[in-house]
């Protein structure tokens, strides 16, 4: 049993270093002189912040704070009508229901790319190609998401709900004083995942847009890359390192409330 334990511990320790490695490279040679940025050695002499000189110098902050507009906001509105959508589903009973959650449930099957030209003609069509809101309203619709909180609210203890209709409240009080601030398991792990899947967006932000004012961090990356015939990819690594911070604080931010919310999701 001690055998088996200490190798467990090591091929845990293995998978956590392979993990840390390309962060730990990308963070030493964010701060390396572009010569020195492909090679193996660890030589700490030739540290410098000219590569983050140089990247204050574009757009990229602007970029940053163009995807932290569009990321936050898609979040939270898309967290609070998905988690009302999926306990109306869940606990309401109205004509056509199996029929509109099924019709949801279908769209997860479709790609994107399949929908992203006529998504395009709807949105330019509505005025909004070159605006926040073509970059936020088109992101917030996600049946993934309807999908997990209706199945959350399904196992959700219905006697909650009917103390509090006791004590007089309506179902939209109920929910909203009662079941949402108990839906933290659900909330915080799709916070995480919406959070950074609309900050590491690039396709749809490329195309409804092409206003360089309105560009978020992965096309403004895209572009440091492709700016020339030689990329300087110490410029490059400096600027995907500032890129990068606003979902390390999310995460650990988030990483209690993640794991109290998987030990939660447990008890019924």
């Not at 929908?115 to 330019?124: A, D, G, N, R, S």
């Not at 509505?126 to 609210?153: C, D, E, K, V």
């Not at 967006?201 to 409804?208: A, C, F, G």
């Amino acid at each position: 049993m001690g055998k088996n334990k200490t190798i467990l511990t090591v091929f845990i320790f293995a998978c956590g270093l392979l993990i840390i490695l390309p962060i730990f490279f990308l963070v030493f040679s964010s701060f390396r002189a572009p010569e020195d940025v492909f090679k193996l050695s660890l030589n700490l002499g030739n540290l410098t912040l000219d590569n983050f000189k140089a990247v204050l110098e574009t757009n990229i902050l602007r970029a940053i704070w163009n995807s932290l507009v569009v990321s936050v906001t898609v979040t939270v509105v898309a967290m609070l009508f998905h988690a009302m959508s999926g306990y109306a589903l869940a606990r309401l009973n109205f004509p056509g229901k199996k029929f509109v959650f099924g019709w949801m449930i279908s769209t997860m099957m479709v790609p994107f790319t399949v929908i992203m030209i006529p998504l395009y003609m709807v949105t330019k069509n509505l005025g909004l190609a070159n605006s926040y809101g073509g970059l936020i309203i088109p992101m917030i619709f996600n049946a993934y998401g309807i999908f997990l909180f209706r199945q959350f609210y399904q196992d959700f203890p219905k006697e909650l709900e009917e103390a509090a209709y006791v004590e007089g409240l309506s179902i939209a009080g109920t929910f909203f004083r009662l079941v949402l601030p108990l839906s933290k398991p659900m909330i915080i792990p799709l916070t995480i995942g919406f959070f950074t899947a609309n900050w590491n967006n690039y396709l749809w932000p490329l195309i409804i847009n092409q206003k360089e004012e309105l560009m978020v961090v992965q096309v403004a990356l895209a572009n440091i890359v492709g700016g020339g015939y030689e990329t300087a990819w110490s410029i490059v690594l400096a600027a995907a390192l500032l890129s990068a911070i606003p979902t390390f604080i999310v995460f650990f931010s988030m990483q209690k409330y993640l794991v109290d919310g998987i030990k939660m999701s447990g008890i019924k």
